[in-house]
């Protein structure tokens, strides 16, 4: 499977969206295989971070003054919440950017692989990350782990796909993500 995600990933032209004065901020969708089976890394999200309490999360975050571009952003982001050196990623390219619904960030997502031997030493940050999730692609290629539901967002009932994956959620602006890769994989 990684080299189905090397091929077309690689081979997409994300849309980028201007920040119209938005913060920016940048996510990795880390995958790797252990025993042929290929994993996509997943953070829960404490309740003493700023934005997206207790949800579920690609990791990255907010751009920084010193970050150069949003590469560098997703890059640095992950090391700090889940100790991923960046030399240890192989970047295979983008997905488009989309807007967070309800913390207004325009979100650009970098899809990597990591090169290091496995299992990956993760170290998350306890004061961001309460726990990581190894999720096997194929849970979320699978259908019946999709929910469609409607939630209430700004005052709108918002019709959206959420995946289940035991007892956790994953949804909103990280699932918009996870179905545009999920679409671009199953092209």
Same mark, same amino acid.
């Given at each position: 499977?990684?080299?189905?995600?090397?091929?077309? &990933?690689?081979? /997409? =032209?994300? #849309?980028?969206?201007?920040? !119209? @004065?938005?913060?920016?901020? +940048?996510?990795?969708? *880390?995958?790797?295989?252990?025993?042929?089976?290929?994993?996509?890394?997943?953070?829960?999200?404490?309740?003493? &971070?700023?934005? /997206? =309490?207790? #949800?579920?999360?690609?990791? !990255? @975050?907010?751009?920084?003054? +010193?970050?150069?571009? *949003?590469?560098?952003?997703?890059?640095?982001?992950?090391?700090?919440?889940?100790?991923?050196?960046?030399?240890? &990623?192989?970047?295979?390219?983008?997905?488009?950017?989309?807007?967070?619904?309800?913390?207004?960030?325009?979100?650009?997502?970098?899809?990597?692989?990591?090169?290091?031997?496995?299992?990956?030493?993760?170290?998350?940050?306890?004061?961001? &990350?309460?726990?990581?999730?190894?999720?096997?692609?194929?849970?979320?290629?699978?259908?019946?782990?999709?929910?469609?539901?409607?939630?209430?967002?700004?005052?709108?009932?918002?019709?959206?796909?959420?995946?289940?994956?035991?007892?956790?959620?994953?949804?909103?602006?990280?699932?918009?993500?996870?179905?545009?890769?999920?679409?671009?994989?199953?092209?």
């Amino acid at each position: 499977m990684i080299e189905q995600i090397r091929e077309k &990933v690689g081979a /997409h =032209k994300p #849309q980028r969206i201007r920040s !119209g @004065g938005r913060p920016l901020a +940048g996510v990795l969708l *880390l995958f790797y295989d252990i025993a042929g089976q290929t994993y996509l890394l997943f953070t829960k999200r404490t309740h003493l &971070v700023e934005h /997206h =309490k207790g #949800q579920v999360s690609f990791p !990255g @975050g907010a751009q920084e003054r +010193g970050d150069p571009d *949003l590469t560098h952003t997703a890059l640095r982001e992950t090391f700090e919440e889940v100790g991923v050196e960046p030399g240890d &990623v192989e970047l295979v390219g983008q997905l488009n950017d989309i807007v967070s619904r309800v913390s207004n960030f325009v979100i650009s997502p970098h899809v990597g692989i990591i090169t290091a031997p496995l299992p990956y030493s993760f170290n998350h940050a306890r004061q961001e &990350v309460e726990e990581i999730l190894e999720v096997p692609l194929d849970h979320l290629l699978d259908e019946a782990n999709v929910v469609h539901e409607v939630r209430r967002l700004e005052g709108k009932d918002v019709e959206m796909d959420s995946y289940r994956f035991g007892e956790h959620v994953i949804w909103g602006a990280t699932a918009r993500i996870l179905r545009q890769l999920l679409d671009l994989l199953s092209s």
